[in-house]
């Protein structure tokens, strides 16, 4: 009935597709190109930087496609879903016939009537093949027609490695897109003393110390922040690193980076009005008079002027160094300069100087409660694959003839031709009469 | 230590040259014997590539798996290890007079960058580095046999029956397996890569995966050779069509490794 309700046969014909094999390399495929738009068009950027890079036409077809967040878009986790669905439904389908594959594979039953992939007749001593074959020792049995004969088989869990890559795929998948839902993330930063909240987590973080560990030449070894961080009437303390992050009430703590901070002391008339430690971005509003504001645009320890460059630091020591600065009023840019050591900005009754440049350090703090289900994905995976590839399943079985010779037979489908060699080695090795 | 890295390299570069030569003169003598001395060239070459990068990573006080130079070097003896081992495991020269170009090429590009030795910034200060990039290597050096055996595979279609190639260029179905062979030892060798960044991600970056362009491309490479095991499963797509994903594959791996660097810049770009 055109029009009507789909049949149960269309239902079943869908199941098959979406579970099937070609549906995986339909997906595979997409989920690579998908992949590989994503790296090649920058993400994360506005109409306007796309029309400027590309063209006008292109940054629309950006935007509207989502390629601008290609990897957070709908259609890229349409593609992720249904591979999900696939695998699912593969490994849902084939769970039987894999448990009967693997108990069949260990049974000589069925193999000593089937042809096997290798077969060779006139053997003298069927055992020698199997010792050289490396299968495990062979059973005594007898064919339907009650004929004498040996059968081993091995590696049967290598049936399975497929089986398992799937779930840890599926896993991984799962753990991943549960973590990108779920997960928590801050950023703290501030140098030794600050003690700041964390988000809207109700602990707090104290910067104990921070240390920047450098090099001869002068490049960084190391950052280390010592930590605090308090809340349920509790304290703990840490020591971080780039590469050493610290486990806090169920939180990750990061050295993440680094940056300048210094003291900004303003004086009224001579007198001292105020003093604070504040970070290169960060603004200062004036005490008694807030719609006055003093911007900390950058910090140069070793101020350069640079030719077509601009402004820069020639090293990250405390050579020359120099604040670039904004100041506001009513949020109307009154000016930007540079200051020196020991140079003053005087604006009206105040007066402005920036002394005691320091790091300060940003440390990032995560909760994701799924980061273990993505790992044991991966590694589950990494353990069907070995399955997958290095455990080949074999069997061999030997029937002995009426004239008291053997006919050897063998089966190893990962083998393939490797194994038919194999096999007549084994064979031949002084073994035909 | 640098000095001796630096004489042992140009000898590498020479004795790969010259086992290059003699897998050709192999091939154009048709004698068994210059494939054997061939294979002596490779084998010692390896060995001295060995010791130059003992000797770097003694000199510089790390594992020397940081930087363009550094990689590639690796990227030319993983390549020559796996080969080799082929070569070997499956009595096949003729692999070996394909493969040692690509060998020269990665050591020649490796030539042209700048040997100058650099501190670690912070983030590479792991141990995660040494298995993160090692994997790597040996990834990269299967998927460039798996290449080298596409393009036998498709040239072996070309060619005629000739009694001495077809004496040393295995059947098209124990090509396919060999070829099998090396895809799935670059295959796990390239999961352990991505498992054990993601790993060291997490702890230096707060991010066990960030897309960032590296990432993604090792992502887009294993899934071209995941797509190439499934199309080889499957009747009427093996050998050539498995042949021509095997190629694709090394595209993918040459670009996640120089492409990315010089026109995706990311978190990877000191690589």
Redesign the interface.
């Known amino acids: 009935m055109r029009g009507g309700v789909a049949s149960p046969h269309r239902f079943k014909r869908i199941y098959k597709f979406i579970g099937s094999?070609?549906f995986?390399?339909i997906l595979?495929?997409a989920?690579?190109l998908a992949?590989?738009i994503?790296?090649?068009v920058t993400?994360g950027q506005t109409y306007d930087w796309y029309a400027q890079r590309y063209s006008e036409r292109a940054a629309a077809l950006i935007v509207a496609l989502r390629l601008d967040d290609a990897?957070h878009s709908a259609w890229f986790i349409i593609i992720t879903a249904f591979l999900c669905l696939n695998l699912t439904l593969c490994n849902l389908t084939r769970l039987p016939r894999l448990i009967g594959r693997t108990r069949a594979e260990g049974r000589p039953e069925g193999a000593l009537e089937s042809a096997g992939d290798v077969s060779r007749e006139g053997v003298a001593d069927p055992k020698a093949a199997f010792t050289r074959l490396r299968m495990p020792g062979p059973v005594a049995c007898k064919t339907a027609d009650g004929r004498e004969a040996l059968f081993a088989s091995k590696h049967r869990a290598g049936l399975w490695g497929a089986w398992v890559c799937h779930l840890g795929i599926l896993l991984l998948i799962l753990g991943?897109g549960l973590g990108q839902m779920t997960q928590a993330?801050y950023t703290v930063y501030g140098v030794p003393g600050d003690e700041k909240p964390i988000g809207d987590t109700g602990y707090t973080l104290k910067i104990e110390d921070f240390a920047v560990e450098r090099?001869d030449?002068d490049?960084?070894?190391?950052?280390t922040a010592q930590i605090s961080v308090s809340g349920d009437d509790a304290r703990r303390d840490a020591e971080i690193?780039?590469?050493?992050?610290a486990r806090l009430f169920g939180m990750?703590f990061?050295q993440?980076s680094v940056g300048w901070a210094t003291r900004v002391n303003v004086l009224e008339n001579g007198k001292p009005l105020q003093s604070a430690v504040i970070c290169a971005g960060e603004f200062l509003p004036v005490e008694d008079k807030p719609e006055l504001v003093v911007y900390l645009n950058a910090f140069y320890p070793d101020y350069a002027m640079v030719p077509g460059v601009g402004p820069s630091s020639a090293s990250e020591k405390l050579n020359n160094p120099a604040w670039l600065y904004s100041v506001y009023y009513q949020g109307q840019l009154l000016g930007m300069n540079a200051l020196m050591a020991g140079e003053e900005l005087t604006i009206d009754a105040y007066t402005v100087t920036f002394t005691d440049p320091q790091n300060y350090t940003l440390i990032?703090i995560?909760r994701d409660r799924f980061?273990w289900l993505?790992?044991a994905g991966?590694?589950i995976?990494?353990l069907g694959?070995?399955l997958?590839?290095?455990i080949q399943p074999a069997k061999i079985w030997a029937i002995r003839e009426p004239d008291g010779r053997w006919t050897l037979r063998g089966a190893c489908k990962k083998?393939?031709?490797?194994f038919k060699?194999q096999f007549d080695r084994a064979c031949g090795l002084g073994n035909e009469e | 230590m640098l000095q001796v890295e630096n004489t042992l390299f140009t000898l590498v570069m020479l004795l790969y040259f010259a086992a290059m030569a003699l897998y050709f003169a192999f091939i154009a003598v048709k004698k068994d014997g210059v494939a054997r001395v061939a294979v002596g060239l490779q084998a010692a070459g390896l060995l001295l590539h060995t010791a130059a990068l003992v000797c770097r990573g003694v000199g510089a006080g790390r594992l020397p798996l940081t930087n363009q130079y550094e990689f590639a070097t690796s990227f030319a003896w993983g390549l020559c290890l796996v080969s080799l081992a082929f070569v070997i495991r499956f009595r096949f020269p003729v692999l070996g007079a394909f493969a040692s170009p690509v060998t020269f090429l990665i050591i020649g590009y490796a030539a042209m960058q700048s040997k100058e030795v650099k501190n670690l910034m912070p983030a590479l200060r792991s141990n995660w580095l040494g298995f993160h990039v090692s994997t790597a290597i040996i990834a990269y050096g299967a998927f460039g046999v798996s290449f080298v055996l596409g393009v036998i595979f498709l040239l072996r279609d070309r060619m005629r029956a000739r009694g001495f190639m077809d004496q040393h260029i295995p059947g098209r179905e124990k090509l396919d397996v060999i070829a099998y062979r090396s895809v799935s030892l670059g295959l796990l060798f390239l999961t352990f890569t991505i498992i054990t960044g993601a790993i060291w991600a997490e702890r230096a970056w707060g991010s066990y995966w960030s897309w960032d362009p590296k990432e993604t491309w090792s992502l887009v490479t294993w899934i071209i050779y995941s797509a190439y095991l499934h199309l080889r499963i499957r009747r009427g797509w093996q050998g050539r069509a498995a042949a021509i994903f095997a190629v694709i594959g090394f595209v993918c791996v040459v670009f996640t490794y120089i492409g990315v660097n010089t026109l995706l810049p990311g978190v990877h770009s000191y690589a």
């Open positions: 094999m070609r995986a390399i595979l495929v989920l690579a992949c590989s994503g790296s090649l993400q990897f991943f993330q090099r030449d490049s960084v070894a190391q950052y690193s780039v590469n050493n992050p990750k990061y993440n990032q995560k980061t993505a790992l991966g590694l995976t990494m694959l070995l997958a590839f290095y083998g393939g031709a490797i060699e």
